[in-house]
């Protein structure tokens, strides 16, 4: 079955530093790798996606994130990372109809 | 503002009652979820609708009754709920067969039981 690991409940980030969310997956062919965000008292909201081609995809709000298949990692990026962008953040898989989330990553973005 | 719209944001409700989540998207998407999640965890799937017929259950308890009206309208039944049942409902929509594309989410029910 498809799924993906995040391997980090929490991650702090001071503001206009990079950030780094991890993401790793095990699928059996090619993935459907998607990132979603969350704040608080909200849905779900789609980041960005990788379905095939560019390792490098970028997505919404200035976030990117890079498909690296040797090491099974999607991980989301951001170069200057905002206040604004503390949220709880999911990677997830998409296995025919079902979406496959990790567990999620508090990201904390410090003035 | 999300394409897919949940009424209402907010239920309180106690455990002899009935009630009715309501969920509706206008974006042609024929498949329709619903999903349970508790605080700081990822949502949890409970039912899928594909072409207005119910196509996943998973597991969910026969107090939680989903029902599909049209290609637009998604609605959770609620009855005989219990305390553990409290938790944000997220209702999602997507294209059929179309695993390269993102299911579109909701701002969600929030739920109470008391």
């Known amino acids: 079955a498809q799924s993906v690991a995040q391997p980090e409940d929490q991650v702090n980030v001071a503001e206009g530093n990079p950030l780094t969310v991890k993401c790793t997956y095990s699928?059996?062919?090619?993935?459907?790798l998607f990132w979603y965000v969350q704040y608080p008292n909200r849905g779900l909201q789609f980041l960005l996606k990788y379905i095939t081609g560019d390792n490098l995809v970028k997505g919404s709000y200035g976030f990117e994130a890079e498909f690296n298949k040797s090491q099974t990692s999607f991980h989301l990026k951001k170069p200057s990372a905002l206040v604004s962008d503390s949220a709880l953040y999911f990677c997830a898989v998409r296995d025919l109809g079902d979406m496959r989330f990790g567990a999620g990553t508090r990201l904390t973005v410090k003035p | 503002d999300t394409e897919v719209t949940q009424t209402p944001k907010h239920l309180v409700m106690g455990m002899t009652n009935k009630k009715s989540l309501k969920c509706e998207q206008h974006?042609?998407?024929?498949?329709m979820y619903w999903y349970k999640q508790k605080a700081k965890k990822p949502p949890e799937l409970m039912f899928v609708y594909s072409y207005e017929k119910l196509s996943i259950n998973e597991s969910v308890p026969s107090r939680f009754s989903p029902e599909c009206p049209n290609s637009s309208l998604l609605n959770l039944h609620l009855h005989a709920l219990q305390p553990e049942d409290s938790a944000l409902y997220l209702c999602?929509?997507?294209?059929?067969?179309?695993?390269?594309?993102?299911?579109?989410f909701g701002d969600g029910t929030r739920l109470s039981i008391l």
């Open positions: 974006m042609g998407h024929r498949a």
């Open positions: 999602a929509s997507s294209q059929v067969g179309q695993g390269n594309q993102p299911q579109h």
């Open positions: 699928v059996s062919g090619n993935p459907y």
